[in-house]
């Protein structure tokens, strides 16, 4: 179970996220709606532990550990995996290279040996292909020179991949068409278990359509104003997100 | 020897230990009792005490005192006796195995026992040091080793040059493997001065892979002609990796037209390393792509210096360098592009980018260019950073630990300069050397 309490955190000394609860048990997807500003990836990147980031009070725990005291790297290991809105490109360093580390990274944080390179390729094949991403694609440089559409549906299949428990969707749709946003819903969809829990950032209904949420919040200036079925999505892209940013002010 | 008195008596306490050097050995180098090779060194000598140890008030060595860094001078080595060596201990498996023809300098002498590149196809070869022997040996030998003006490496490691390969590749021949020399400055404080020179044939193509290591705190010293025919290739991968060694090499590249000339070096520590070069355009539509990368930690100084001189028309420069610097080290990169009148249609350009892992790092750019031709195409740029935190977060994001995210960024970094390297043998173990120097920290 993901349980945040009263998250606090600044960035630059302006404090953005202000009070913020949710709990999202395991085997749900909860989605997180909200206006521009409101502090989504804010969220996604104070849970996932990026340093500029600074938490000034309240916790977040994911199936009882204490996310707020872990390295990124140990987040990453106890199955925490942010899906980034802008995913990095990274000169120099094939995809290959970088999926191999990643998975071996997790491999030895339990305790197993490193992936054969055989077992390793088999693996990436069979993920790729259901993600539509050739292999020649994944021998280049990770995400450069990559369309918007194809720079998400890598993050997927380092999804896949890793196979992680707690899985933070931030704007997953944003710059990919109803095909693209189909096939990564469908990776996303194909990791949802009684273990796992999904949190899907998104501006739009739209994707809620393919990865059917169970809760939706709306969040607006750092805090969830309101939540509910997953009818709410519907009601929010007709009604727009103006009266929450108001109430918020 | 008059003249020479006369400038040695001027000479300050830094020049008077290079002269003290010369007096003690000079009667027994090699090729010491032939008039031509003592004529030959003592030209190289005159040529050092005229110009003097350079200091930071001398242009070229404004980042680089080599009056302050070096202020001692090791006995010289390779003159008696021979040193044990073992080639696969001094540079590693993976460089040692690279399938080549191999001509080893150890302790300044070459080694026959543990070279082979004697007899091979289209390669004629002989240590400098057999051709210093006879009057008439020397005569032809030394009329195509001048001394470069103005070069205060070259004098030296002329002045006291114990051996050097002498490489001559027949016109159109295409080497079937690189030839790789192999330079092992192994005693502890020596120094050991090689003179080097390679010749390419018309339309000749072929690999040459220099790999330096220094043990302790040896000196070594180095000077290398390279001449490449008219269409002729030639790829030229050097590599110096030491800890405390002082390394100052010096080279002149010469391209006839439509050759092809692709330098990759690459400098891994060592207390100072001062590796210039000259590489002049002598004929039209020739180019050369420069990569080169420095990976420095502790208080290691690595200048790396070179003029690409455009003396004819039509031909392109690239040159990109990559420099990493850590604790308290030191870079510096001087990079001149010079455009001779006439040589319309020059394309050169310049990067330098430096990463620098630690606040006491410093890197030095000096960036030039000197155009006389109108029609020309000539760029520079040069930066310094840090490793992007953004990129680190990622990969961390992943459950890659920090020190792997860092090795993966930095070796990512310097690859843009040592990815271009073609051959298997060598582009691997460049990369086993850099991750290496990324697991010793
Ligand atoms: N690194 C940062 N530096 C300065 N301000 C930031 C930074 N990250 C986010 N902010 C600010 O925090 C607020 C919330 O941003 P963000 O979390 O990106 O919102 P959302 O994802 O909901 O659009 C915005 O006002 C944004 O300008
Ligand atoms: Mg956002």
């Known amino acids: 179970m993901l349980e945040i309490r009263d998250l606090r955190a600044e960035v630059d000394g ?27 990836s804010t969220l996604s990147y104070v849970l996932s532990g990026k340093e500029d980031y600074e938490v000034t009070g309240g916790s977040a725990t994911w199936n009882g550990q204490d996310l707020l005291a872990m390295s990124p790297e140990e987040r990453a290991q106890a199955g925490v995996f942010l899906a980034f809105q802008y995913p990095m490109e990274i000169p120099g360093v094939a995809s290959l290279t970088f999926l191999r580390a990643a998975m071996n990274a997790h491999r030895k944080a339990r305790g197993e040996a490193e992936i054969s390179i055989p077992d390793f390729m088999r693996a990436v094949k069979t993920e790729a292909e259901k993600l539509s991403i050739s292999m020649e694609m994944l021998k280049r440089p990770l995400n450069v020179g990559f369309s918007g559409g194809e720079k998400k549906r890598n993050e997927v299949l380092q999804m896949a991949l890793l196979k992680p428990t707690l899985c933070l969707l931030d704007e997953m749709d944003s710059g990919l068409d109803i095909d693209a946003i189909r096939i990564a819903a469908e990776g996303v969809n194909r990791l949802r278990s009684p273990d796992t829990a999904v949190v899907v950032i998104t501006h739009y209904q739209r994707l809620l359509n393919y990865i059917v949420p169970d809760v939706v919040h709306v969040m607006a200036r750092g805090q969830v104003l309101r939540s509910g079925g997953k009818e709410l999505a519907l009601e929010l892209e007709e009604s727009g997100y103006a009266s929450y940013d108001a109430e918020a002010a | 020897m008059t003249i020479h008195q006369a400038i040695t008596a001027a000479a300050t306490p830094s020049e008077q230990r290079f002269l003290d050097l010369y007096a003690s050995v000079c009667g027994r ?6 008039p031509a090779v003592r ?16 200091h930071r008030r001398v242009e070229a060595w404004k980042y680089t005192d080599l ?23 001094s540079i590693g498996r993976a460089l040692a195995n690279i399938d080549s023809y ?19 196809p289209g390669i004629s070869f002989a240590p400098l040091c057999s051709k210093l022997k006879s009057e008439a040996d020397a005569g032809a030998t030394l009329a195509a080793l001048p001394l470069p003006e103005r070069d205060i490496i070259a004098a030296l490691s002329t002045a006291f040059a114990t051996s050097g390969a002498l490489i001559s590749i027949a016109p159109g021949q295409k080497l079937d493997r690189p030839i790789h020399i192999i330079v092992i400055a192994s005693g502890e404080a020596n120094a050991y001065a090689l003179r080097h020179a390679v010749t390419l044939g ?32 030639l790829k030229h991968a ?19 037209e439509g050759a092809i000339y692709e330098p990759t070096h690459a400098a891994i520590g060592g207390a100072l390393t001062r590796s210039e070069g000259t590489i002049r355009f002598n004929g039209p539509n020739a180019r050369t792509t420069y990569n080169a990368a420095i990976l420095a930690r502790g208080h290691s100084h690595v200048d790396f210096t070179l003029v690409v001189d455009h003396a004819a028309p039509h031909c392109e420069s690239r040159e990109l360098v990559k420099v990493v610097l850590d604790d308290r080290a030191k870079g510096v990169f001087q990079g001149k592009v010079a455009v001779q009148r006439g040589a319309q249609k020059t394309d050169g350009k310049q990067m330098a980018n430096a990463l620098l892992l630690s606040n006491d790092a410093e890197f030095d750019s000096k960036p030039e260019l000197e155009i006389f031709a109108d029609d020309v195409v000539c760029g520079h740029g040069a930066t310094a950073g840090q490793l992007d935190e953004d990129l680190m977060f990622y990969l961390k994001s ?44």
Not at chain 1, 19 to 40: C, D, Q, R, W, Y
Not at chain 2, 102 to 120: E, P
Not at chain 2, 412 to 421: H, N, S, Y
Request: aromatic share 4%; net charge negative; no cysteine.
């Open chain 1, 14 to 40: 302006k404090e953005i996220l202000r009070g913020f609860n949710l709990t999202v048990p395991k085997g749900e997807v909860h989605a997180i709606m909200g206006p521009n500003g409101s502090g989504k």
């Open chain 2, 29 to 34: 180098l090699p090729g010491a009792d032939v």
């Open chain 2, 39 to 54: 004529a030959w060194r003592e030209e190289a000598l005159d040529a050092f005490a005229a110009m003097g140890v350079p």
């Open chain 2, 67 to 89: 009056r302050a860094l070096m202020t001692t001078v090791h006995p010289l080595g390779g003159i008696d006796g021979s040193e044990q060596v073992e080639v696969i201990a």
């Open chain 2, 102 to 120: 191999r001509a080893v300098f150890a302790g300044g002498k070459f080694r026959a026992d543990l070279s082979t590149i004697q007899g091979a």
């Open chain 2, 202 to 233: 018309d339309g000749a193509e072929a690999t040459i892979i220099e790999t330096h290591v220094g043990a302790g705190a040896a000196q070594a010293w180095s000077y290398t002609a390279l001449d490449i025919g008219k269409g002729a290739t």
């Open chain 2, 238 to 256: 050097r590599l110096t990796q030491s800890d405390a060694a002082l390394h100052l090499a010096s080279s002149t590249v010469t391209l006839g």
């Open chain 2, 398 to 441: 992943r459950g890659i630990p920090e020190a792997q995210a860092r090795a993966l960024l930095i070796a990512a970094f310097v690859g843009a300069a040592l990815d271009t390297v073609d051959n298997e043998g060598l582009h691997a173990a460049l990369d086993e050397k850099v991750a290496a120097w990324l697991a010793a920290k």
